[in-house]
């Protein structure tokens, strides 16, 4: 058999051509992850851009609310607006406090006990909106080298076949075949190599901006506590 031109052998071995010339199977595999990588992309860019609002958010409402700003006009400025983070906290926490004062809440205890419950669901809300679709990350970090894996594995079972098939092991006879079988693994490492990168960043910022609401929630507890026991005593 004649050795292929040089020209010839590269344009073979392009990774258009490859792609062209798997088989089905290899190409579902293929476009299966070249997806799940631009979904990927487009979930970190989605994240950081949200982290970062979020934290500039959380600053500017730690500075109002630490500013000397009464609670009451602050609670007023915000309860008609779209409210996140610290502010979500904030106003659930003064709902049910001007809730349960208006109808005569008698126990410290179980109005404080309320106001805790509610700032802890508002909390989780604003936790499962930061972590949202964070799983799609970890499942494409620890999934998508296993089905590039499975492409190849399918990939080099053709070129198997087509060896026998031409009865040479001529390396341009076996190359073509073994190079597609291989992308379909590098797609697979592609995709996963960001996206368990970014899954492991973006959790690490979830969390500290989860203990920045929580921080928050506990002193603002605290706060809520002295004023209940000082309308607890004048009532007295």
Request: no cysteine.
């Amino acid at each position: 058999m004649e050795n292929l031109p040089l020209a010839h052998t590269g344009a073979e071995l392009s990774i258009w051509a490859l792609f062209w010339q798997a088989g089905w199977v290899v190409k579902l595999v293929m476009l299966g992850l070249l997806g799940a990588s631009v979904w990927t992309w487009a979930i970190i860019v989605d994240k950081l851009v949200a982290y970062n609002r979020m934290r500039a958010a959380l600053s500017r409402f730690e500075q109002i609310f630490w500013s000397g700003q009464s609670l009451e006009e602050l609670y007023r400025n915000l309860s008609d607006r779209k409210t996140t983070g610290m502010s979500a906290i904030f106003v659930a926490a003064m709902k049910e406090w001007k809730k349960s004062f208006e109808k005569g809440a008698k126990s410290p205890l179980g109005l404080q006990t309320r106001i805790d419950k509610a700032m802890d669901l508002a909390l989780t809300r604003e936790m499962e909106r930061l972590e949202g679709r964070l799983g799609f990350l970890a499942t494409i970090g620890s999934a998508a080298p296993f089905i590039g894996l499975f492409g190849t594995v399918v990939g080099i079972m053709t070129s198997f076949q087509a060896i026998a098939g031409s009865k040479s092991t001529n390396l341009a006879v076996v190359a073509p075949g073994i190079a597609e079988a291989l992308l379909a693994t590098a797609i697979g490492l592609l995709a996963a190599i960001p996206a368990v990168i970014a899954y492991n960043k973006l959790s690490s910022d979830a969390g500290k901006i989860a203990l920045r609401m929580e921080g928050f929630a506990d002193e603002f507890s605290a706060i809520l506590s002295r004023q209940i026991d000082e309308k607890v005593a004048q009532r007295a």
